[in-house]
C-alpha cells in the first residue's frame, strides 16, 4: 500500500481558466470490505480535459463514476467524503442524484445507443424525459448536438432509422450527442475509444479537442498516448490511490514519483 | 478405477480397433435412435390425432366441423367445434388479458425495485406457484373460490339485474359459480408466474450498460425502465406472453373442474361454457360412438394445431425482436 | 449557451416514480396474497382430512365412505408410484440420448429439426399427450393400463429431460473433452465418464423438473391409467391393468357428489402437492448448490 506521504500533487492547470468546476476532497468508494478508492482529492478546471490514467483495476473507472453518483445504483457501495461541483457537495443529504447527472454527463466504455429508438429519440431521449415535446425546439437541439459531436452530416438524412445501425463508431458519437443534449456541465468519459477502431478514435478525440471549449471533460483513458495528446492535466491512479496529479506535460516528461514513471515507461501496467 | 486403466493409451491399445470404433459408431447409433425418436413421437402425435379423427373430417368437413354449432352425442350424433373453439379463445385471451400487467408489474419490481432479498424470496415463491399441479387449484375453485364468488359477486349481480334490467338475464348468465368468468380468472391466476418468470428472464438480458446510459441522462428509477429496460426486453416479455397464451390454452384439469362444461352457444357472462380440453376431459373416458370418439379426436387435433400456431409465434417474436449487441436483428 | 428549461419539474417525476412503485407494490400483493391463499387453504384443509386410513385403506366404493367404513388412497399412492417410476424409466433413456445428440454432436443434421420437435412437443397440452399414449398403448392392449399411464407422462417429461440435458451438457467446458481426447479416450467413453459425470448435478436437477411436472398432471392420466377403486389383486395388474393416480383420483373426488370423498379430495391434494413440493424444493437445492460451486 501507499502511504500518503507518497502522494505528490504540483500545482494548476497549465492553460485555459483556471476556474475549478468539480473538485473531489477526501473521496472513498468502499465495495462492503473492499476499498475501490482510497482518499482522493482532485481537482477538475473548466474548459480543460482531465485525464485519469493508471493500470487497470487501479480504482480510476470506480473514481469516475463517484463523480456523477453512478455508485447510487450499486446497493454495496460506500463513499465517504465529499464532490464539489460549483462548491456545492454532490453527495450532500438533500441533493437529488438525478439532478446531479443531468449536470455531469456520462460517456461509457461501450457504444450504448438505445437500441429501438430512432437515432431522433436517442439524442432528445433525455429532453423528452423532463417533458419538452416541442418538435421545433427538440429538432434545433438534436441538430445542434449531431453537429457538436461530427455525426450530424453522416445521419441528417436518416434521423429516423433505429440507433442500433450505426456503426460502432457513430454509435459513440451518438452517445456522445445525447449527453450533450441536455447541456451538461460536465462530461465524464469511461474510456470512449476502447471498442473502435483507431479511424474512429481518432475521430472522438478531435471532438474531445472541440468540446473542451464549453466543458470541463474528465476522461478515463488506458491508453497513455490518447491522455497525452488530449488532456490538460493528468491523474496516475495506483491501487486504489491518486499517486500524482498535474499538467499533463510535465507528467509525461517529468514525473515526480518513481511509479508514475515505471508505469508511463511501461515497466508495469 | 476403470478411467484410470483406459487413459493409458499403451494398455489398451490391443482392444483399440473394437474399443474405439465400435464403441464410438455403437454410442453414436444409439443415441441417433435415442433422439429420433422424439422426432417420430412428434410426428407421430400430428399423424395419430389426425388418423383418429379421419372419420369426423369425413362427415361434416373441416369446416363443417369447425362452424358447427350443435354437440349432440345422445340422439342425433352431430357434432361441431365452435362452442368449444369459442370457449378456448375467450377464457385464454381474457385471461392473458388480465394477467398480463399485474405479471409484469411483479416482474418489474422484482427485477428492479425490491431489495435482494425480497427479490429472492418473490422468485422462489413464483416458481413454487408455477410448480402447484393443476387439479390442486382446481380443488380449491371448485370448494371455495367458486361458492365464494357466487356468494359475493354473482347473487348480488344476479338480483340486481333481475331487479333493473330482467332483459339482460340470458346475458348474464346463471349465477351457479362455475362458469366462464370463474374459469377465466383461476386460469389468470395460473398463467402469472408463467409470464413472471419469463418477463423475470427478459429483464436480466438487458445489460448493466443500458440502464446506465439512461441513468446517467438523469432520468428516475421509473424513466430507466421505460426507456432503456423495457424497449430492451420487448421480445422477451411478448414471447413469455405467448408462450403462457399457449399455457393458457392447453390448460386442462382446472378449467374443466370450473367451467360447468355446458356444450352448447350461446354461452352467458357468469354462465357455464366448455373448452377444447375441458370437454376432452369430459367426453372421452365415457364416449362410445365411434364418430363421438372421432370427434373429440378433431377437437383435439384442432387444438394441436392452435397450440402449434401459438409456439410458433413465440418462437418468431424471439428471433424477431431479440437484441443483441445494441443492434436490432 | 441556452439552457433548456424543464417543462415537468423534478418533484413531478418524482411524485410519479413513488406512484409507480406503490402500483408494481399493489400489484405484487394483489397476485401473491390470492396465490399463498390457495397454498394455505389446501394445507389446512388437507391436514385437516389427513388420517392413518389414508395410507392402510383402499377406497372401495361410494358406500364405505358414507357408512363410516375404514377407506383410504393406498392403492392410489402405490398406483402413482409405479406409473411415475414407469414414465421415467421410459422418458430417461430417451431424453438422455436426445440431449447428447444435441450437445455432444452438434454437427449431426438431425438436430435443428430435432431441436424444434422437441420445443413442439414440450408446447403441447398434456391432455394431447394422454390422447396419443391411449392410441399408442390402451387402444392396441385393449385395456387401460398402468403402462399406457406411464408411456403417457414419460411423453411429459422427454422433451423437459431432453433440453435440461442439453443445457447441462452444454455448461462443460469443451476443454475438458478435448483434454480427456487428447490422452486417447474414445468418443463415448469421454462423454459417460467425464462429461456425464461432471454434469450430473444438472442431469438430475432437469429429471426432477420433468418429474416434478409430469407427476402433478392428471389430464395424460384420466384416458391412459384410467383409475380404479380397488387394490388389483396381482401387483403386475398395476402396470398390465387400470390403476388409480393421485392426480386423477383428486379430480374424481372432487367432481364426486359425496361430501366424504371432498374431504379424501383435500387429503388427496396435500399428498400430491408435497409430493410435487419435495421435487421441486430439491430441483431447486440442486441448482443453488451448482451455483455456488
Known amino acids: 500500500m501507499l502511504s500518503q506521504e507518497e502522494i505528490v500533487k504540483t500545482d494548476g492547470p497549465s492553460n485555459g481558466s483556471p476556474l475549478v468546476r468539480m473538485e473531489s476532497k477526501d473521496l472513498t468508494v468502499k465495495y462492503g470490505q473492499v476499498t475501490g478508492v482510497k482518499n482522493i482529492s482532485l481537482p477538475i478546471y473548466n474548459e480543460s480535459v482531465t485525464a485519469l490514467i493508471g493500470p487497470s483495476g487501479c480504482g480510476k473507472t470506480t473514481f469516475l463514476r463517484a463523480l456523477n453518483r453512478m455508485h447510487d445504483l450499486t446497493r454495496s457501495a460506500v463513499i465517504t467524503g465529499e464532490v464539489l461541483l460549483d462548491g456545492y457537495n454532490i453527495y450532500g443529504p438533500k441533493v437529488n442524484p438525478v439532478t446531479i447527472r443531468r449536470k455531469i454527463g456520462m460517456v461509457f466504455q461501450k457504444p450504448t445507443p438505445f437500441p429501438t429508438m430512432s437515432i431522433f429519440n436517442n439524442v432528445v431521449a433525455g429532453l423528452k424525459l423532463v417533458g419538452i415535446n416541442n418538435r421545433k425546439l427538440l429538432n434545433e437541439v438534436c441538430e445542434k448536438a449531431l453537429r457538436q459531436a461530427a455525426l450530424f452530416e453522416e445521419v441528417k438524412d436518416r434521423l429516423t432509422d433505429p440507433g442500433g445501425s450505426l456503426s460502432g463508431g457513430q454509435q459513440q458519437r451518438l452517445s456522445i450527442a445525447r449527453a450533450l443534449a441536455i447541456e451538461p456541465e460536465v462530461i465524464l468519459m469511461d474510456e470512449p475509444t476502447s471498442s473502435l477502431d483507431p479511424q474512429s478514435s481518432s475521430k472522438i478525440e478531435d471532438l474531445i479537442h472541440e468540446l473542451k471549449k464549453n466543458y470541463a471533460i474528465v476522461i478515463v483513458t488506458h491508453n497513455m498516448q490518447q491522455a497525452g495528446r488530449v488532456s490538460d492535466n493528468t491523474g496516475f491512479f495506483y491501487l486504489g490511490e491518486l499517486v500524482e496529479f498535474g499538467e499533463t506535460g510535465k507528467i509525461f516528461t517529468n514525473p515526480v514519483n518513481k511509479r508514475t514513471e515505471e508505469y508511463l515507461t511501461g515497466k508495469f501496467g | ?329 | 449557451m441556452r439552457r433548456v428549461y424543464d417543462q415537468k419539474s423534478l418533484r413531478q417525476r418524482t411524485i410519479w416514480d413513488h406512484f409507480i412503485l406503490g402500483l408494481l407494490m399493489i400489484s405484487t400483493l394483489v397476485v401473491m396474497v390470492p396465490l399463498l391463499i390457495i397454498v394455505g387453504y389446501v394445507i389446512i384443509n388437507g391436514a385437516g382430512a389427513l388420517n392413518w386410513d389414508l395410507f392402510t385403506q383402499e377406497l372401495g366404493s361410494p358406500a364405505r365412505a358414507m357408512q363410516g367404513r375404514p377407506t383410504g388412497l393406498v392403492h392410489t399412492i402405490l398406483g402413482t408410484a409405479v406409473v411415475d417410476l414407469l414414465a421415467i424409466l421410459i422418458a430417461a433413456p430417451l431424453g438422455l440420448g436426445a440431449g447428447i445428440m444435441l450437445s455432444e454432436y452438434p454437427d449431426h443434421k438431425l438436430n435443428p429439426v430435432l431441436r424444434i420437435l422437441n420445443d413442439t412437443l414440450n408446447g403441447m397440452p398434456a391432455v394431447l399427450k394422454g390422447l396419443l399414449a391411449f392410441s399408442l398403448v390402451v387402444k392396441p392392449m385393449g385395456t387401460f393400463s398402468g403402462l399406457a399411464g406411464g408411456v403417457a407422462l414419460a411423453f411429459v417429461m422427454i422433451p423437459i429431460i431432453a433440453r435440461s440435458t442439453e443445457s447441462a451438457l452444454m455448461n462443460i467446458p469443451w476443454t475438458i473433452r478435448e483434454a480427456a481426447l487428447a490422452i486417447g479416450l474414445p468418443r463415448w467413453r469421454v462423454i459417460l465418464s467425464t462429461v456425464m459425470p461432471a454434469a450430473r448435478t444438472g442431469l438430475v436437477t432437469g429429471f426432477l423438473i420433468g418429474f416434478a411436472r409430469a407427476a402433478g398432471e392428471a389430464a395424460p392420466l384420466m384416458f391412459t391409467s384410467f383409475g380404479s377403486n380397488y387394490l388389483p389383486n396381482h401387483w403386475s395388474n398395476m402396470i398390465l391393468g387400470p390403476v388409480d393416480t393421485l392426480p386423477q383420483r383428486l379430480y374424481s373426488l372432487a367432481i364426486s357428489p359425496y361430501k366424504e370423498w371432498h374431504e379424501m379430495g383435500w387429503a388427496a391434494g396435500i399428498i400430491l402437492l408435497t409430493f410435487v413440493m419435495i421435487l421441486f424444493i430439491a430441483a431447486r437445492f440442486l441448482t443453488r448448490q451448482k451455483i455456488k460451486t
Open chain 2, 1 to 329: 478405477m476403470q478411467e484410470n486403466q483406459t487413459a493409458n493409451p499403451e494398455l489398451k491399445r490391443p482392444l483399440s480397433i473394437i474399443y474405439r470404433w465400435l464403441g464410438d459408431r455403437i454410442f453414436l447409433t444409439v443415441t441417433v435412435a435415442l433422439g429420433s425418436s422424439i422426432i417420430l413421437l412428434a410426428l407421430s402425435m400430428a399423424f395419430v390425432l389426425y388418423s383418429e379423427s379421419s372419420t369426423t373430417w369425413q362427415e361434416f368437413g373441416i369446416i363443417g366441423f369447425l362452424r358447427g354449432t350443435t354437440w349432440d352425442a345422445g340422439l342425433h350424433l352431430k357434432f361441431g367445434a365452435l362452442p368449444f373453439l369459442f370457449g378456448t379463445l375467450i377464457t385464454s385471451l381474457v385471461s392473458l388479458a388480465i394477467a398480463f400487467f399485474p405479471a409484469v408489474a411483479i416482474a418489474i419490481f422484482m427485477a428492479e425495485y425490491s431489495p435482494r432479498w425480497l427479490s429472492g424470496i418473490i422468485e422462489n415463491l413464483v416458481q413454487m406457484i408455477a410448480a402447484i399441479p393443476s387439479v390442486v387449484i382446481g380443488i380449491w375453485g371448485i370448494f371455495v373460490f367458486a361458492p365464494w364468488m357466487r356468494e359475493t359477486f354473482y347473487l348480488p349481480v344476479f338480483t340486481w339485474t333481475a331487479d333493473h334490467y330482467p332483459s339482460l338475464l340470458p346475458v348474464l348468465g346463471n349465477p351457479i359459480g362455475y362458469g366462464i368468468t370463474t374459469a377465466t380468472i383461476i386460469l389468470a391466476l395460473m398463467i402469472i408466474p408463467y409470464i413472471t418468470a419469463l418477463t423475470n428472464d427478459a429483464i436480466r438480458q438487458v445489460p448493466k450498460e443500458q440502464r446506465e446510459a439512461a441513468w446517467a441522462l438523469g432520468a428516475t428509477r421509473w424513466e430507466v425502465i421505460r426507456m432503456a429496460v423495457l424497449p430492451y426486453a420487448r421480445g422477451g416479455i411478448m414471447a413469455g406472453a405467448m408462450l403462457s397464451l399457449g399455457r393458457a390454452v392447453g390448460e386442462t384439469m382446472a378449467v374443466a373442474m370450473l367451467i360447468g362444461n355446458k356444450n352448447t352457444l350461446p354461452f352467458s357472462i357468469i354462465g357455464p361454457a366448455s373448452t377444447m380440453p375441458s370437454v376432452i376431459i369430459n367426453e372421452f373416458r365415457e364416449a362410445v360412438e365411434n364418430l363421438h370418439l372421432s370427434s373429440l379426436m378433431a377437437i383435439a387435433l384442432s387444438l394441436f394445431v392452435i397450440s402449434l400456431i401459438v409456439n410458433l409465434i413465440a418462437a418468431y417474436i424471439t428471433r424477431k425482436l431479440s437484441i443483441t449487441g445494441g443492434q436490432l436483428v
